[in-house]
């Protein structure tokens, strides 16, 4: 909870934080595209401003590139993915408000991350576990999800690829373009790698309660749920391997000490 109460301490986080709290609570009960909350007037033209303003102060890279149909899509199906968890959580929710803002970012999925690595999710308080046959129409739904996810960021990540080499090789750009063009990069890969982390947590959630689920409902056979669920990890894995970034070429130099390694081009490992 640090990062929450230094949120609250800082003047411009404040502000952040009122005028997303005044963008998210009137929107609540609407939805748009994808299952997503409908945006308010205040969500598309206040909070984007005050997002990019608050970043700058951070330092942080902000591109006022406007987003690509597919970067569009990239969000709003990350979006749906993250929102069909049904825990409720009051770190969760402070946690997209202030990222929303760009005063800082979440970080929910991560310590949800360490409590299942370390075991701690078993003695969590938890909602009472659906059926069997009901968890596996939820898991086929999210596998159908995650793969649609999937393609639409694999075209996000050949437009980025297209971008570094333009960037690198298409001619003197000037200081705005560059950074426009690597914050936006850099923003698609912060988008794929909260889904990917968020998609791990809700499997191990998954598992978890099918373990209470066979508790509490013994007499429902298991209607092949956990084949489901290793079938859902596999697909996050690769997911994972097709989104696989490089660094840019500077960056590799950097990382070894001045010495440029080459690598050999794999058209499964996508991105700058």
């Not at 909870?1 to 005044?22: D, F, K, Q, Y």
């Not at 698609?188 to 066979?214: H, M, P």
Request: hydrophobic residues 35%.
């Amino acid at each position: 909870m640090l990062w929450i109460r230094w949120a609250l301490t800082n003047a411009a986080s404040r502000v952040s934080v009122i005028l997303l709290a005044a963008a998210v609570i009137p929107a609540c009960s609407m939805t748009g595209d994808f299952g997503r909350t409908e945006p308010t007037f205040i969500q598309e033209h206040i909070v984007p401003v005050a997002r990019t303003a608050v970043r700058e102060i951070r330092g942080v890279l902000t591109s006022d590139f406007d987003y690509t149909p597919d970067e569009e899509a990239l969000r709003a199906r990350s979006g749906t993915l993250l929102n069909r968890d049904r825990r409720w959580s009051l770190d969760r929710f402070l946690g997209a408000m202030i990222e929303d803002v760009g005063v800082a970012d979440s970080r929910y999925e991560t310590s949800r991350r360490v409590t299942h690595n370390t075991g701690a999710s078993v003695y969590e308080h938890r909602l009472p576990s659906r059926t069997a046959q009901t968890l596996l129409g939820y898991l086929y739904a999210e596998v159908s999800l995650a793969e649609q996810f999937g393609d639409v960021a694999d075209r996000v990540y050949q437009a980025d690829a297209r971008r570094r080499d333009d960037l690198l090789y298409g001619g003197e750009v000037s200081g705005d373009e560059i950074h426009n063009t690597t914050a936006r990069i850099k923003s698609n890969r912060r988008v794929t790698r909260r889904t990917v982390l968020a998609l791990r947590n809700r499997i191990d959630d998954y598992r978890l309660e099918l373990r209470k689920s066979r508790l509490e409902h013994p007499d429902y056979p298991d209607y092949g749920v956990l084949p489901a669920i290793d079938r859902y990890a596999a697909t996050v894995d690769a997911l994972e391997d097709r989104l696989r970034t490089w660094p840019f070429p500077e960056d590799d130099v950097i990382a070894s000490g001045g010495r440029s390694k080459k690598k050999k081009n794999n058209r499964d490992l996508l991105g700058g």
